[in-house]
């Protein structure tokens, strides 16, 4: 069954600390991907995402991602987090021309002070 | 702005009382989804209209109905709320030719008492 993978649920870090959320996928056709992010108390927004071309895409707030088909990942990446980053992340993937997102359980990230 | 807006933010429902939550979108989006959220979950796809076309989820319950009376607004009915359908529950709409880039209302909290 196509399905997404969040490899943490729960992540840690320190301001200023690096920071990397996996994600996989089980599916071999054409994918787009996406990462939304959830701030507390607020809807989800759109943090980034991968149609076609370069597999290295910016986002917003500093935020990157790299898609690796062979490895069928789509991590996202930030190099120094600070606290209001604190949220919830996460992956989506739409596969060939189905309108759903199949959802990854997400990833609460906690920055401390 | 173009908006996603969902009312109430927050509804208090008895067990077997009938409810509605609206959704209503400014952008022009022919595609609306209805998504059930869990604590520490992810969104769960209820059903989405493509244009007026209906597309239930195989395993959402028949609880759970909507109606689309045009392209701006889509409500959600839920028939027979159990304690168990207590949830956020979220509205999101998209563009049929960027069926996956899709924007996310503040969602609506559901009560069941």
């Known amino acids: 069954a196509q399905s997404v993978s969040q490899h943490n649920h729960h992540v840690i870090l320190s301001e200023a600390a690096s920071l990397e959320l996996g994600c996989n996928y089980s599916y071999g056709g054409t994918v787009n991907l996406f990462w939304y992010v959830q701030y507390p108390g607020q809807h989800l927004q759109l943090l980034l995402k991968?149609?076609?071309?370069d597999p290295l895409v910016k986002g917003i707030k500093g935020f990157e991602a790299e898609f690796i088909k062979s490895k069928f990942s789509f991590n996202l990446r930030k190099p120094s987090v600070q606290w209001s980053d604190t949220a919830e992340y996460f992956c989506a993937v739409r596969m060939d021309s189905n309108y759903q997102l199949i959802w990854g359980a997400g990833t609460k990230l906690i920055i401390k002070p | 702005d173009a908006m996603v807006i969902q009312n109430p933010r927050y509804q208090v429902t008895q067990f077997g009382k009938p409810v509605t939550l609206s959704c209503s979108q400014t952008?022009?989006?022919?595609?609306m989804y209805w998504y059930q959220q869990k604590s520490s979950q992810a969104p769960k796809l209820l059903f989405h209209?493509?244009?007026?076309?209906?597309?239930n989820e195989a395993d959402t319950p028949d609880n759970f109905q909507s109606r689309r009376p045009n392209t701006s607004f889509c409500f959600l009915d839920i028939r027979s709320p159990g304690l168990g359908d207590a949830a956020m529950y979220l509205c999101a709409t998209s563009r049929e030719d960027r069926a996956n880039e899709q924007y996310f209302g503040p969602g609506t909290r559901l009560t069941v008492t």
């Open positions: 991968y149609f076609s071309g």
């Open positions: 952008l022009n989006h022919n595609v």
């Open positions: 209209y493509y244009d007026k076309d209906f597309n």
